[in-house]
């Protein structure tokens, strides 16, 4: 088998043998929760306390919770295409490498907020990866973020809204799930 074929199953000893009947609402619920966790690179601490910050909000709670995880400084960096993916805007934002407003940064989690500057420090703007990132990615920032300076800035024009996230996830049965 080449390395590079996808198997129609899951990895492990178990891949293979399929679950008996319909998944349970519980499961479902789980699944979609995992999804979301993991696409993010959040710990379930971390995720039940942006969970219990959303629902406090006004507002609906899914929408709320989606929008803090995209409003995240890592995600920030890695929707703005100065990162190839979500862990290396991380490693970035954790390393110092980024400002925001004129002051480092190096929280991952730092919420941006309607207004914010976020540019990459003038020694990751010539680090290696950062270049090939913004040369060879050709990642469109969202509406709700505007791009400058060749790809080093990314300013927060305003608050996403669930039509501009298009992360593939069913914030509803999330929200279920932690509100049992």
Do not use: C
Not at 31 to 60: I, S
Not at 66 to 84: P, S
């Amino acid at each position: 088998v080449v390395a590079l074929d996808k198997r129609p199953y899951p990895p492990g000893d178990h891949g293979r043998t399929r679950r008996r009947g319909n998944p349970s609402e519980y499961l479902i619920q789980l699944q979609e929760k995992q999804k979301a966790r993991y696409a993010y690179g959040l710990t379930e601490k971390q995720f039940r306390r942006l969970y219990e910050e959303a629902n406090r909000r006004d507002g609906v709670t899914g929408e709320n919770m989606l929008r803090f995880l995209e409003l995240r400084l890592d995600n920030v960096v890695y929707r703005a295409g100065m990162a190839a993916t979500r862990p290396q805007a991380r490693q970035l934002v954790n390393h110092g490498h980024v400002d925001v407003n004129g002051r480092r940064v190096d929280i991952p989690s730092f919420r941006a907020r309607k207004g914010d500057v976020v540019v990459l420090r003038p020694k990751a703007r010539r680090m290696v990866v950062v270049q090939w990132n913004l040369d060879v990615l050709d990642r469109r920032a969202p509406a709700w973020l505007e791009v400058g300076d060749g790809g080093h800035e990314v300013t927060v024009l305003e608050l996403p809204v669930r039509e501009q996230i298009d992360v593939p996830v069913r914030e509803q049965l999330i929200v279920e799930l932690y509100s049992k």
